[in-house]
Each structure stands twice: as C-alpha cells, then as structure tokens.
C-alpha cells in the first residue's frame, strides 16, 4: 500500500496512540480498586473520564478544519500526557476527577479524544476516494495491533512489577507513568506533520454552519443518534471493565488478561481488514450490519460460559468479527459529507460515541462487582447492539453504495 509521507506519520501516530491506550487499560481499573475506590466512584469516574473526553474533542474536532489539523493533534497529545501524569501523581478522588474530565485517557483501550477524527479526515485529504475504505481498513489493523500489543505490555509489565516486589498500586502506577510518556513521544511526532493535510478552503454556502457541518447537518445528526446508542451499548463492557470482570469472575492475573485482549485486539484488527472484501460486493451499510449482528450475540454468550479458557474463546470469537464495521462506518461518514466538513462530522459522530459510551460504566461498574448480575453487562450490551444494528439498516438500507463513491444524502 503506497502511502505519502504525512499519511505514514499519521499511521505511526495512530500506532503509537493506540499502544498506550492498550497499555494503560489493562491496568486503569485495576488500580482505583487497588487504592481503595468502591465500584459506585470507579463507575463515576469512568463516566467523567469519557465525559470530559467528548466536551473537549467537541470543541477541537468541530474547529480543527478552521484553526488547523496539526495544532489539534498537538493540543490533544498534551491533554493526553496531563491524564496520565494526573493519574499517576494523587489517589485523591477530586484529583482523579479533575485529571480524568480535563485529560484525555482511554479506559477501554479504544479511540477516546481529538486524534481519529482529525486524523481520518487528514488521510482523505491525501488518499483518493476509491482507496478510502482500505486505506482506512488497514489503519483500524494498524490500530487494533497497536492496542494488542499494548495491552500485553501494560499486563506483562504489571505482574514482572508486582512479581519483583512492588506493591500492586505502585506496580499498576508505572504502568501509567509509561501512558504518560507515551503521549509525550506522540506530541514529537505530530510536530513533523507537514501543512498538506490541512482542510481545503470552505466553498461558499448558503446554509449557516453549525459544529463546522453546513450541508451535511442533517445526515450527521441521524448518524451520531445511531452511533451513540451503538457506543451507548459497548460502554458497558469497555476493555478495563472486561479485564475487571476476568479477574473477580475467574480470579485472572494482568498478564493472563493482557495475554487474552492481546489476541482480541489482533483477531478485531484482521477484522477490519476483511471488511474492504465485504464492503466492495456487498455495500458499506450491508457490511456494518450483516458482520455485526453475529459478534453481539456471541458477545451476550460470554458471561454464561463456566470456565476461563471458555469465556476467552468466546470472547476471541467475537472480536473476529467485530470489527468490520469500523473502517465502513469511518467511510460511510467521509462519504456523505463535502472536504471542509470531514474533520467536523469525523467529530462530531465520534463525541456521540463518546457521549453514549460515557453513560454505561457508570451502571456497568456496580453490576460486574456484585454477583448475581455480574454478567449484566455483556447482555444489555450486546442486545443494545443488536437494536442499533437494526435501525441502522433501517434507515439507511437504500443507499448501497461502494466504497469510495460519495454516497447520496439520505
């Protein structure tokens, strides 16, 4: 795949971010129950978290295309090392808030922040149109290997921590000053970004822009509905939630939940990947629902699996499918609107994600530390799915286009 230099940054960035994202989540939940935080105030807490993520990547991804891309990415990559150190500084509760609301850290190992939408909407502008979806496709593997590769590390490093005498907290504390450096060397490498992915200048319109869309506004609110319901449901079993689960449910160290988000996060990337085949026979919109169907209702089967090998294998089922939605998804968005709007619709679907995902740790938390619903989680999110699949296609069944095509507004 022929890549020009500022795409290649762009796919080194989303590597990079990706790996400290995964790093970071095996251990995120870990250590507010290790400082002594009840489920109620680490369910709140990640709800802030997410939260606070969405109010400022509203802000920076609707003005990106108009203040500049670049100096976003920056500003995000700062905010991200501010979380990291905020977290590893204080287990004060009102610290922890503050640091989670104002900085940007991923509690589920998935994209929180400013960066994809800006991102995607940088890679469009240096890609044609009829690449878009692979291109794309192979920037979620890119992500989904980086995220794997992290969340090994953050497991691995934590038990060799804990193993070589270090008490959990401080064990689980280095593993997030290493997020915290992270954004540091993600801050370097959006420096060398060069002006070519800025947006193009606006065309004159006559419909007043609201969030940075003007033509589009109607299309990317009805999408940003059905995304946030989507997100809405998967924010009860995000990546720090599953590994909490693994470990009161099975007894499972970091290193063995490490070990299995690592296979899921490689099984989701290659399913990504998968998707251009899909997408290119059978539509965008067929691709996003028919693949996702299944994974959702192999996702409601894991909590009633009895053993630890049984629960993972699922698990690692799911997530061979998961993903094939994601790059069709991205590119559906970047399809319906014009050049000046991408980075705002990027955005603004992707804080509706945000806003939806932030609701449901606050009830999942509660559910996965109490024994009788324990498995909750895993069925309301995999049923809120399943209905998300459905209005989906509903709504937007009769626009089959192909990848690359610019789809007509529904």
Do not use: C
């Not at 009161?248 to 299995?260: E, K, M």
Request: glycine content about 10%; cysteine-free; aromatic content about 8%.
């Amino acid at each position: 795949m022929s890549l020009d230099r500022d795409a290649r940054l762009i796919f080194t960035t989303r590597a990079v971010r990706m790996f400290g994202y995964g790093f970071v989540s095996v251990v995120l939940v870990l250590y507010l129950a290790a400082v002594g935080l009840p489920d109620t105030q680490i369910g709140l807490l990640l709800t802030l978290t997410l939260l606070g993520d969405a109010a400022i990547s509203l802000w920076l991804t609707t003005h990106a295309d108009r203040v500049g891309r670049r100096r976003v990415l920056l500003v995000g990559s700062l905010l991200m090392a501010g979380a990291g150190l905020g977290f590893a500084a204080s287990t004060s509760f009102a610290v922890l808030i503050v640091a989670a609301t104002i900085g940007v850290i991923s509690p589920s190992g998935n994209e929180v922040g400013p960066f994809l939408a800006v991102e995607q909407a940088a890679l469009s502008q240096t890609i044609a149109d009829t690449r878009r979806t692979r291109v794309f496709a192979w920037f979620n593997l890119t992500g989904s290997f980086a995220t794997a590769t992290g969340a090994l590390a953050g497991g691995t490093l934590a038990t060799v921590l804990t193993s070589a005498g270090n008490s959990p907290v401080n064990a689980y504390r280095g593993v997030i000053l290493g997020y915290a450096l992270v954004a540091v060397l993600l801050a370097l490498l959006f420096t060398r970004v060069s002006p070519a992915v800025e947006a193009p200048a606006p065309p004159e319109v006559s419909v007043a822009r609201r969030l940075g869309l003007h033509r589009s506004q109607r299309t990317v609110a009805r999408l940003s509905a059905l995304f946030a319901l989507d997100a809405f449901g998967g924010g009860f079993v995000v990546q720090s939630l599953i590994a909490y689960w693994f470990h009161l449910r099975f007894g499972a160290d970091p290193g063995v939940i490490g070990a299995a988000l690592f296979g899921a996060n490689m099984l989701a990337g290659f399913s990504a990947l998968s998707a251009v085949w899909i997408a290119d026979r059978i539509g965008l919109i067929r691709t996003m629902v028919f693949t996702h169907l299944p994974s959702n209702v192999l996702l409601i089967m894991v909590p009633f699996m009895p053993t630890l090998p049984l629960a993972v294998a699922v698990l690692l089922l799911r997530f061979s499918i998961s993903q094939m939605d994601v790059p069709t998804r991205q590119s559906y968005t970047m399809a319906v609107v014009d050049p000046d709007e991408r980075s705002a619709a990027a955005g603004v679907t992707g804080i509706a994600r945000s806003v939806g995902a932030s609701l449901s740790p606050l009830a999942a938390a509660p559910l996965i530390g109490g024994v009788a619903l324990a498995g909750a989680p895993f069925v309301l999110a995999g049923g809120l799915k399943i209905v998300y699949d459905l209005l989906l296609y509903r709504s937007f069944r009769g626009l089959s286009e192909r990848p690359g095509e610019s789809a007509k507004r529904p």
